[in-house]
Nanobody
Framework: QVQLVESGGGLVQPGNSLTLSCVVS????????MGWFRQTPGKEREFVAS????????RYADSVKGRSTISRDMDKSTVHLQMNSLEPEDTAVYYC?????????????????WGRGTQVTVSS
């Protein structure tokens, strides 16, 4: 059974940085395309960033492009999302997802596995 566990969320002041991590277990991490999505109450889940299985294709939402970096650590079966210059608008629950196709998808419907999410709150 594939499990994804996110960590690294919390309360951070505007302008600061945060790195989210997602550990994947129970499957073959090197086969998965990985994505990060976020959601706020009353809104649909929103794409943030994704990376393909060999780290040659990384994609970002316009809202985070230029201040975020997605990466994967094959040895630790972990995907990271570093976010800089955080804004109150970045406040959300952040979810990690895995796609068995290996591609860096930007839509949530194609992902096969999901974590439970980690809360990020950007506030002074």
């Amino acid at each position: 059974q594939v499990q994804l566990v996110e960590s690294g969320g919390g309360l951070v002041q505007p302008g600061n940085s945060l790195t989210l991590s997602c550990v994947v277990s129970g499957g073959t991490f090197s086969n998965y395309g990985m994505g990060w999505f976020r959601q706020t109450p009353g809104k649909e889940r929103e794409f943030v960033a994704s990376i393909n299985h060999v780290s040659t294709d990384m994609r970002y939402a316009d809202s985070v492009k230029g201040r975020s970096t997605i990466s994967r650590d094959m040895d630790k079966s972990t995907v990271h999302l570093q976010m800089n210059s955080l804004e109150p608008e970045d406040t959300a629950v952040y979810y990690c997802a895995a796609s068995g196709t290996g591609w860096a998808w930007t839509v949530p419907s194609v992902y096969d596995y999901w974590g439970r999410g980690t809360q990020v709150t950007v506030s002074s």
